[in-house]
């Protein structure tokens, strides 16, 4: 199974200023055939289930504000929310679906206000 | 509007049973492959079975292998999970989770990562 590794596993970072998550994959979820990442990632707020936001590594599911970005490839990923806004405290989740099943998930990221 | 509304959970001994019903709405269900994921209380996500649009394939993670058993009705628009021989390790909110469709990127009948999530339902196995 490929096991996905978050960092860190909490953030706390200042209104309007950039946070970075990372999300590295036990083996490459990159498929050579058609260059894609097969790497997601969802913003679970509490209370609530988890939502989409990037797929493909880098690719915002619709209506996802355009501050959040995925970048990466291969084993090595990561989420960056340009200028945190107080609706963005949540947990992130990277998850693999190149090799699955099972189709694996990061531990989550804790993102909190500074 | 795409909904999943997932029911059935509830308190139960270990080595019990719960069946959980997922209601979809707001799109072709029969034309998704469907899956359950779930959460143990302030832990991660463990995805946990996967479900063709047919029923024709079905996979399921090592943890729950010969005690859980998922279903659907495509005629009823509705997703289901059987949980026998429960286990105080499998107490989590569960939820069903669409599965997206990836037509020419497809590797085939697996499951990919999931583009609407019900709310979940809390499942808490304790004596």
């Known amino acids: 199974d490929i096991v996905m590794t978050q960092s860190p596993d909490s953030l706390a970072v200042s209104l309007g200023e950039r946070a970075t998550i990372n999300c590295k994959s036990s083996?490459?979820?990159?498929?050579?055939?058609?260059?894609?990442?097969?790497l997601a990632w969802y913003q679970q707020k509490p209370g609530q289930p988890p939502k989409l936001l990037i797929y493909?590594?880098?690719t915002r599911e619709s209506g996802v504000p355009d501050r959040f970005s995925g970048s990466g490839s291969g084993t090595d990923f990561t989420l960056t929310i340009s200028s945190l806004q107080a609706e963005d405290v949540a947990v992130y989740y990277c998850?693999?679906?190149?090799?699955?099943?099972?189709?694996?998930f990061g531990q989550g990221t804790r993102l909190e206000i500074k | 509007e795409v909904q999943l509304v997932e029911s059935g959970g509830g308190l139960v001994q270990p080595g019990g049973s719960l069946r959980l019903s997922c209601a979809a709405s707001?799109?072709?269900?029969?034309?998704?492959?469907m899956n359950w994921v779930r959460q143990a209380p302030g832990k991660g996500l463990e995805w946990v079975s996967y479900?063709?649009?047919?029923?024709?394939?079905?996979y399921y993670a090592d943890s729950v292998k010969g005690r859980f058993t998922i279903s659907r009705d495509n005629a009823k628009n509705s997703l289901y999970l059987q949980m026998n021989s429960l286990r105080a390790e499998d107490t989590a909110v569960y939820y069903c989770?669409?599965?997206?469709?990836?037509?020419?990127?497809?590797?085939?009948?697996?499951?990919?990562?999931?583009?609407?999530w019900g709310q979940g339902t809390l499942v808490t196995v304790s004596s």
């Open positions: 493909w590594a880098s």
């Open positions: 083996q490459s979820v990159l498929y050579s055939s058609n260059n894609k990442n097969y």
């Open positions: 989770a669409r599965n997206i469709r990836l037509g020419e990127l497809s590797l085939g009948d697996l499951p990919y990562y999931f583009d609407y």
């Open positions: 479900i063709s649009s047919s029923g024709s394939t079905i």
């Open positions: 998850q693999q679906y190149y090799s699955t099943p099972p189709s694996t």
């Open positions: 707001g799109f072709t269900f029969s034309s998704y492959e």
